[in-house]
């Protein structure tokens, strides 16, 4: 629901919790499917214990079968290529989605037309982003020498315990010194910098925008026209303490494998801490695939939207032609994670130009009355999700 109403849905939603319609998003020129993902995130639920992730193994099993289920519930939408995409920890779902229809698709009878992904802020290779951490922090100006000392310490012992395979001690270190997700105390990072967001170097706290949707799902007249009954939006926390050891684990095999196959882009917000662009290239330039050594030749270029364009929109590093398996890393510029940059046509025109997704034509509709519109309102080319499995 995050991507839908804060990123690149067709509408996003305001203080008074109406919805807007959205200038460019994805919908406008891409057949588009949300799923909130893993289990017990968002609207989809379980009754079960055992029905939660443990694994990256798990997510992609109850993706993939919730794919299988919707192309067998609109067959029609089966010839259309295939990309997934997600950012964040999702650099870890997407892999492992990817290489669950790699290895299926010959021998089951519904085939998805896989083609390629597209990762944002990929953390899919802790230990190689891990250890960069301190460098960084410092070098942006939220650690001074000595933090920056225990910062490296702590990511060091991470490291230690990750090679070890002592999966929970290494999340235990991580989530004390960074993300603060299950521990009762404030982080380290919170402790000596003051701030709550990883997530944009200008913002010490999460934007009050990004949790409008939320409120806006809690609605009666939402929540009867998306057909969820009583069941609680939930916030992913209990998902976290299931998954808690497999986020220092890495999906670097099956990255390598999708990489080696498919159409991939790898994209970064340029104000993004917590997968920062530059440990986005760190961790490229570890992989071993088959166009690494083409990779790490490769220069860097200026992307802009248009030739004319006075500012930058980012910048790009490619391999592979048209024709073949591709990986393009891109650093954004002035966005960080869930926040739009300011040209808001960066990720469509880039996915355009560079994995070959449909253009992006920005299109005027008929305008149509939505049920939570205010009094005079229209909103254009209302839509929701057409399944919402989980």
């Not at 071993?288 to 004319?308: L, N, P, Q, T, V």
């Not at 590093?317 to 024709?323: A, E, I, K, M, S």
Request: with cysteine; hydrophobic share 35%.
């Amino acid at each position: 629901m995050f991507g839908l109403f804060v990123e690149h849905g067709p509408y996003f939603i305001t203080k008074n919790l109406t919805m807007r319609a959205r200038d460019f998003p994805w919908s406008s020129t891409l057949s588009m499917l949300y799923i909130d993902n893993p289990v017990g995130s968002g609207f989809s639920f379980t009754d079960d214990p055992k029905g939660y992730a443990v694994s990256e193994d798990d997510v992609a099993r109850d993706l993939f079968s919730a794919l299988i289920q919707f192309f067998q519930l609109f067959p029609e939408y089966q010839k259309n290529d295939f990309y997934a995409t997600g950012e964040s920890y999702a650099g870890k779902y997407v892999p492992a989605l990817a290489h669950y229809i790699h290895t299926l698709n010959p021998i089951l009878s519904v085939k998805i037309k896989l083609k390629g992904i597209a990762i944002g802020d990929a953390y899919s290779d802790p230990e190689s982003i891990i250890g960069g951490y301190a460098a960084f922090l410092y070098q942006i100006g939220l650690l001074d020498e000595k933090q920056r000392r225990h910062f490296q310490k702590l990511c060091d012992e991470c490291v230690k315990y990750i090679k070890e395979e002592k999966w929970f001690q290494a999340f235990e270190v991580m989530d004390r010194l960074l993300d603060g997700d299950l521990t009762k105390d404030p982080s380290y990072f919170y402790n000596v910098t003051g701030c709550s967001n990883y997530y944009n170097i200008l913002q010490c706290t999460e934007p009050e925008d990004q949790n409008y949707y939320e409120k806006f799902l809690s609605l009666s007249e939402v929540r009867r026209a998306i057909h969820v009954g009583n069941r609680t939006f939930n916030d992913g926390s209990k998902v976290a303490k299931y998954l808690r050891e497999d986020t220092v684990k890495s999906v670097k095999p099956w990255l390598t494998e999708i990489m080696n196959n498919y159409k991939v882009l790898i994209y970064n917000g340029q104000l993004d801490i917590i997968v920062a662009a530059p440990l986005t290239e760190q961790s490229l330039m570890a992989m071993d695939w088959k166009g690494s050594r083409e990779y790490k030749k490769a220069k860097k270029k200026i992307w802009k939207i248009f030739e004319s364009d006075a500012e930058v929109a980012g910048y790009v590093r490619q391999v592979g032609d048209f024709h073949q398996s591709r990986v393009v890393c891109v650093c954004i510029e002035d966005a960080g994670r869930g926040r739009e940059p300011r040209n808001v046509w960066s990720l469509e025109e880039l996915a355009k130009a560079r994995i070959q997704m449909p253009p992006c034509s920005p299109r005027r509709n008929r305008a149509l009355p939505t049920p939570w519109a205010q009094p005079g309102e229209t909103s254009s080319d209302f839509w929701l999700p057409e399944l919402h499995i989980k």
